[in-house]
DNA sequence: TTAATTGTTCCATATTCTAGAACTATTGGA
DNA sequence: TCCAATAGTTCTAGAATATGGAACAATTAA
């Protein structure tokens, strides 16, 4: 199994950001590892509002937003530990990426 | 041949916006619509960075940028004028838009 | 060892995108 | 009024991408 890829912060695009941001699961995972800051595992989002999604899929998912640059995954025992590189991004982004998490969280508060 | 549809201000989605200005080719056309505020037709995007697109592929975008109601196009004459919906949005999603129109101009200095 | 757990990879199917060809709408001129 | 020119849209087949089940890999605990 091939090592995880991070692309250093030089390499991490606005257009891959966006890219991973404008799917729904994606979203959530994001913004529930920015709201916390400890770190996920990923199956921790097996369970997303009332069903169950496959593994691979999720899998699929978190390399996504790992290729985008936007969390990191560290291997602790048998699972992974995600969290995001939020704090590396606001210096290369600068207002960016929390601009699109406040859109999203006022979006969700009118359901 | 069916009117061109603008959703209405409240049925714009953050999802939406992402999407649609995760490819190049969209983005380059929102920003220079961004950029001068003064309407232009869909033609003046035929040819982008010495090589012409097709202009089926060249609809399709511009459907994706409308539908997301990032822009707005009104018949005049034989062709279209499109002028972004940036005051709008900016009322809806706050400072959003510009923080991605900025980060992609950023990004586009360093080449 | 073996079994259990977490996550990745492989691959077939489903969905979405691209771009050529045909079509529609508008205008200007003969 | 009719024809040609121009600007965009729609249709559709092939290309590219996404989804999810099944097999696999890595780690740990018994």
Redesign the interface.
């Known amino acids: 199994m091939r090592p995880l890829y991070h692309p250093p912060i030089d390499e991490i695009?606005?257009?891959g950001i966006?890219?991973a941001?404008?799917?729904?699961i994606r979203?959530r995972i994001f913004m529930q590892l920015a709201r916390t800051d400890c770190p996920k595992s990923c199956s921790t989002f097996l369970h997303i509002r009332d069903h169950t999604l496959p593994k691979s899929t999720l899998s699929q998912h978190f390399r996504i937003l790992r290729e985008a640059g936007l969390i990191r995954s560290e291997r602790k025992g048998v699972e992974l530990q995600n969290h995001t590189r939020c704090a590396e991004l606001e210096k290369k982004?600068?207002?960016?990426i929390n601009?699109?998490i406040?859109?999203?969280q006022k979006?969700a508060k009118k359901h």
Do not use: H, K, N, S
């Open positions: 695009t606005v257009q966006l890219y941001l404008c799917d729904p979203v982004f600068g207002p960016m601009a699109i406040q859109a999203y979006e």
